[in-house]
Structures are given as structure tokens and as C-alpha cells.
């Protein structure tokens, strides 16, 4: 179910029978209770209302901003009935009531609340709440906070004597020239179609928001610093770049997303520093993560690690769009779009699929002149269909499409059919309903893995998909199953990696692992991508790998990402095994680990494959790296060639290997 955003009727702290408001948290029935109060009060200064059976109190509370826990300085009740007031001053008191729980009191979409809840969820864990009738006044709170060896300073609650930081989060916000990653991710993804709204929350110096609003969409931004009075609405899509990384108090963060997902009508974005791909030299380490010279926090998140945390935070599982950038989704008929994009080929091959049985249309002969003058319309058509393989129902048409098309007095049916002409090379609608129709495939068998999302209906599109190349959901799913019990099966799986061998996407790492580049998982046999789809399940997604080692005879897999995997020698930052006979994963960051002889598991079509098979030769030839691939961690490495430069240029010999700059990224940097 999706989650509502909170309106600001749900604002408000309840005690026996009476209800506190911050003034700033009034909604139409409170305001105008309190206003009558206001208007007996004679001027008196106040921040928060009691308001109560036939009376409202009005309080006057420390900052709410500065003090953590605010002391009560005056009050003033009112009794409505009477028309008659009374005030207390509480300021020279040695002990006036302290209010806990502050958040309460503000509106749901106050900017402030995520702090003050950080600070609310860091005493429970302190058990400072226990036993809430102990802890109302300045002197109990005092005495309960010693004997716990805990102090509180502004929003945060520290050990006594420990260092107070106080960490500039606004300087970590960088300008841009382009649309940032996370964004372009869900562009290509389709987490953001066109005509969509964004609200991007914690916008910095608004470059996405400007990008975005150049492209087309309704954009808009607030950031505390930069931006703090842009608007804070709902919109189709909440983008939460690089926001979470900076926030150095883990309540805070786990607010923070929660408060930004309130804002999300269809999906939000969440992107992250990625732990390996950051030089952590020079940092220091603090909470859990680091601070940095110029005073700004980052914590980087593995990626499972972030898959986790999202989860838990929001109750909704995530999907991967890319290394540290996830997408969770309110709008479940989105999603699944978005999951049937995220596995799809990237460039649609036949891989020996036929495309669905059916009657080919007939092709028309075009009226002359109409296919030159809609060609742009035509063109933009043609590539919606390849997109599905298959001609599209009118309301399936992107918006600007079918405008154009009824301004030009062409029906999208006559539109279809000059596209089913000769004027395009339909072998390429051929090929695209091979790779959709197995992407579907594969996304079915998916639904059926244990951890997977499922769905009660699908989405119309979906179903539409089901019919043309399935003839029926019955059948859609029998197809389904057959998959999966193939990717189950040993022999189908060695079948499909020998032909992957074969094709040249990838290799044997010993007898018994076959290492490919992730890249190429679009284009290996379906038996062997729908093994490794359900294991990125378990994982959080495939993204972020840059390699996977697959046991051919056995359901295990470990995915190995890479502080550099353009480098000749990558250095290793993270490995995930996933075991899904077991349903288990385990996560480990090595020290120096090197991915050895690179050129043997890259596509054969890839651009830098040659040079690097050149360069892995001279490596064994060298006696550095074994055949198989064996070699030192890159510590010894750097070592050995120093040693051997030194010899060499004593004897005015000429060294034969080259790391490279790019090979020399120490573990940990």
C-alpha cells in the first residue's frame, strides 16, 4: 500500500485530553480556538498552545531551534468560557518543565522535524524515556542525564566529555554542468517520464532542478541552506541526491528519508557516496563515517548496505538504478515498468529467439507525401514500438506523440501502419519483440524467486505485452516456469555458459567459476542472466558490480566490485557471495586483492580488450601473475616493481611493464 503524506492535522502532542501545537502547526479548526485566546492574552509572547477542553494555554518555550529539550519560560491560560487569564513566569524558577518529543508539536512538512526526531530516537535508545513521569522537570531531567554519563548539546545527545563537532553539511553541495547520474539513471530507467513533476529534496545549488527544468519538467527545489523557502509539495518524483551520505546522525538520516519519501506521489530516487570509490586518506573517522578538512561529513554506504537501510526505514523494497542509486516506488504499475526496463537489453540482439507467432501486417502503401511529411512523427513512433516490441494501443503514446499526430490529422492506427511499411526495416521490430519477449520471460521467472516483489494485477501495458507475445497470462507463466527450473538445472546452466564462452563474453576462471564483466549480462543465454538476476535480488540488485564469478555447478555467485574497473590492474573493494540455495549473502572488503588477467573476461567486442590481452601477456611472461591468474595483493606488487626498477636501472636495462597510474589505486583509497 502506498504510503499517504501526512497532512498537518496529524501535528500535535496529546496529554490527557489536551493537545500541544506549535504555532506554526495550527490548521483552520486550531487557529481559530487559539486566536480567541491570543486576543485575551493582552500581547502576551508565545511559541506553542495547549489547547485544552474549554481553555487554551498559551507557553512560551526556549528556541525551539537551539535547545534540545526546551525549559518552560512563562505561560499564560486562558479559559475561554470566563474570558478570564492567568500568567506564571517560570524564569526564575530553578525548576520549570522541560518538554520532550518537540517534533510532535510542528506540522508534519516542517523541515525541522527529522532533527528533532534524530535527537527523540537517540534518547529512547538511551532509555531516557522510560519512565516518562520521572523525567517533566529541568532537575529530574539533569539527574537522569548524569547517571547516564550523557549531556545534551543543541539537537544532539553526547557521552560527557566527548567532542562536540560541529559539521558544515552545506559545503558539500557542488555546482554542475550537467544532470547529475542519479537523474540521468532515472531517465533511462523510466522511473521519470516525461510530463513528470520533481521535487528535489536537498536541491543544493539547483543545477538538477534547472537541467530538468529546461528539459521539460515541472522541477522544483529546497535545500535548508541554498534553497530554504522552496516550496515543499508532493510531486511524482522525489529526488534524495546525495543528501543521506552527508548527514553525520543515523536517526537523522533514517528522518530524513522517510520525510522526503512523504513527499512522493509515484517513486523517489535515493543516491549515495559508494563506499571504494573515494580516497579515505587524510579523513577522520567520526560516528560512522568521516570528516573531512573542510569540516563536512560522508559516510559511504555499501551497497547492500543501502538497500538495507531503505528498506527498513521505509518498509518498501528498493531497486537498483546503478552503484549507490536506488529507486522505491509508491506507484507499484511504475515499478513494474521500471523492473521490466532495469533487466531488458540494453541493446536489443537476436539471441536465436523467434519473434511471437502471429499475422504479419499487411503493408501499406503509403498516400504520397504523407511518410516525408510526418517523418519526424513516424521516426519518434518507430522507436516507441522497437522500445516494445510490438505496435502500440493510442493511449500507450507519449503525450507530445499524440498531440503532434492529431495536429498533423493522422490517427495513430494509420501512424502504425506507415511504420509497418517499407519505410522502416522491420527485421528490427523483429529482433526487439525477441528481446522483449524474453525480457518478460525472464521477469515472470523472477516473480516466482523467493524475495522477489509480487503483484496482484500487472500493469496494462504489462498486460497488453502478456497478450501479443504470450497469447495469455496462463501461458506467459508455464513459459515461466520452465525457465526457472532450467536456470535450476546444472546441465542447462553449463550449456549456456559454454555458449557464452563460445560468443566471447566471458571466460572460465578455473573449472568451475565462469567470470564475465556485467556489462555483458544482457546479452548471455537466459538460463544463465535469469541465475544471476535472482542472486542480485538477494544482493539488492546487480548494479554496482563490475564483475560476477558464477559456479557453474552449483547456485552460488559472488559479485566483485572495483575501486577502478577501467584500471589494468583492478583493485577489489567489496565482494558479495551470494548462495541461493540457502537464500544467504556475505559481504567482505578486501585488502589489496587484485582481479588479475582483466582481458580474458571482457567481451570480445570491447573497444580496450586487445591492449589489455597485451598487457595481461607480458604480466605472466614476467612471472609476476600464474596462468591462472594468481598474484600478489597490490601492497607486494608495488613493492616488487619497485625493487625490480631499482635493479634494472643499474644495469641500464629498460623495464618491460608498466602498472600504469590507473593500477597503482591502493586498497582502502
Known amino acids: 500500500m502506498a504510503t499517504q503524506r501526512p497532512s498537518r492535522t496529524d501535528s500535535g502532542k496529546r496529554v490527557r485530553g489536551s493537545v500541544y501545537l506549535h504555532a506554526s502547526a495550527l490548521d483552520e479548526n486550531s487557529r481559530a480556538v487559539v486566536e480567541r485566546a491570543v486576543a485575551l492574552a493582552d500581547g502576551f509572547h508565545w511559541n506553542v498552545a495547549k489547547v485544552s477542553p474549554g481553555s487554551v494555554s ?18 499564560m491560560k486562558v479559559d475561554l468560557d470566563s474570558g478570564k487569564a492567568s500568567a506564571t513566569d517560570y524564569r526564575r524558577r530553578e525548576n520549570p518543565p522541560i518538554l520532550h518529543r518537540k517534533e510532535t508539536l510542528l506540522p508534519a512538512d516542517d523541515p525541522r522535524r527529522p532533527r528533532f526526531a534524530a535527537l527523540t530516537h537517540a534518547a529512547e535508545e538511551q532509555g531516557l524515556f522510560a519512565q516518562p513521569t520521572k523525567i517533566g522537570t529541568r532537575r529530574q531531567w539533569s539527574e537522569l542525564l548524569a547517571s547516564k554519563g550523557l549531556r545534551v548539546e543543541g539537537q544532539a545527545l553526547l557521552p560527557v566529555g566527548a567532542e562536540s563537532v560541529e559539521v558544515a553539511r552545506y559545503r558539500t553541495a557542488i555546482p554542475r554542468r550537467d544532470l547529475s547520474q542519479p537523474m540521468q539513471l532515472a531517465v533511462a530507467h523510466g522511473v521519470l517520464p516525461l510530463g513528470s513533476t520533481v521535487f528535489d529534496y536537498g536541491c543544493g545549488l539547483g543545477d538538477d532542478v534547472a537541467a530538468l527544468s529546461a528539459a521539460g519538467f515541472e522541477a522544483f ?53 559508494v563506499m571504494g570509490k573515494a580516497d579515505l586518506r587524510g579523513l577522520r573517522p567520526y560516528q560512522d563515517g568521516h570528516l573531512t578538512s573542510r569540516g ?50 540494453t541493446i536489443i540482439r537476436p539471441v536465436g529467439m523467434r519473434p511471437p507467432e502471429r499475422d504479419r501486417p499487411r503493408a501499406l502503401v503509403p498516400r504520397p507525401g504523407l511518410a516525408q511529411r510526418i517523418r519526424p512523427e513516424l521516426e519518434l513512433l518507430w522507436a516507441a514500438m522497437l522500445r ?115 560468443a566471447g563474453l566471458g571466460a572460465m576462471r578455473d573449472e568451475k567459476t565462469f567470470r564475465f564483466a556485467v556489462p555483458t549480462l544482457d546479452r548471455l543465454p537466459s538460463a544463465v542472466r535469469l541465475r544471476v538476476l535472482c542472486g542480485g535480488l538477494l544482493r539488492g540488485g546487480v548494479e554496482g558490480a563490475d564483475f560476477v564469478d558464477m559456479k557453474v555447478g552449483a547456485p552460488r555467485m559472488t559479485f566483485i566490485q572495483c575501486f577502478d574497473p577501467s584500471a589494468r590492474l583492478p583493485v577489489v573493494s567489496e565482494t558479495t557471495r551470494v548462495d541461493l540455495g540457502r537464500a544467504r549473502i556475505t559481504v567482505d572488503r578486501p585488502e589489496g586483492i587484485v582481479l588479475y588477467l582483466k582481458g580474458r573476461f571482457l567481451p570480445v567486442d570491447a573497444p580496450e580488450r586487445e591492449e589489455q590481452l597485451e598487457f595481461d601477456r607480458r604480466l605472466t611472461a614476467s612471472g609476476i601473475v600464474t596462468p591462472d591468474g594468481k598474484g600478489p595483493r597490490m601492497a607486494a606488487l608495488q613493492e616488487l616493481m619497485r625493487k625490480r626498477r631499482s635493479s634494472l636501472s643499474g644495469t641500464g636495462a629498460k623495464a618491460e611493464l608498466h602498472l600504469g597510474p590507473s593500477a597503482s589505486h591502493k586498497s582502502g583509497s
Open 58 to 75: 498559551l507557553l512560551l518555550y526556549e528556541d525551539f531551534d537551539t535547545a534540545g529539550f526546551p525549559a518552560l519560560l512563562a505561560s
Open 221 to 273: 527545489g529546497w535545500d535548508p541552506h541554498h534553497a530554504p523557502d522552496g516550496p515543499r509539495r508532493s510531486a511524482d518524483l522525489v529526488n534524495l541526491g546525495f543528501v543521506l551520505n552527508v548527514i553525520e546522525d543515523r536517526h537523522e538520516r533514517a528522518e530524513t528519508l522517510r520525510a522526503a519519501w512523504s513527499f512522493a506521489r509515484r517513486a523517489m530516487v535515493v543516491a549515495v557516496m
Open 296 to 345: 563536512t561529513f560522508q559516510k559511504y554506504f555499501g551497497q547492500q548496505e543501502l538497500r538495507d537501510f531503505i528498506e527498513e526505514a521505509l518498509g518498501a523494497a528498493p531497486l537498483a538504478l546503478g552503484s549507490g542509486v536506488f529507486a522505491v516506488f509508491q506507484d507499484k504499475d511504475l515499478e513494474q515498468e521500471v523492473l521490466f526496463r532495469r533487466q531488458s537489453r
Open 388 to 502: 516494445r516490441g510490438r505496435t502500440l494501443d493510442a493511449e500507450e503514446l507519449p503525450t507530445d506523440l499524440r498531440e503532434r499526430l492529431q495536429a498533423a490529422k493522422v490517427s495513430p492506427a494509420r501512424a502504425s501502419d506507415l511504420c509497418l511499411s517499407d519505410l522502416f526495416e522491420q527485421e528490427e521490430l523483429a529482433a526487439a519483440a525477441a528481446g522483449r519477449r524474453e525480457d518478460i520471460l525472464i521477469r515472470f521467472a523472477m516473480l516466482m524467486f523467493p524475495g522477489a516483489p509480487r503483484y496482484a494485477t500487472l500493469a496494462r501495458s504489462i498486460q497488453r505485452d502478456v497478450r501479443t507475445f504470450f497469447g495469455s497470462h496462463a501461458a506467459a507463466l508455464e513459459e515461466a516456469r520452465r525457465l526457472m527450473f532450467s536456470a535450476g538445472k546444472p546441465d542447462a546452466i553449463r550449456e549456456g555458459v559454454e555458449a557464452a564462452v563460445s
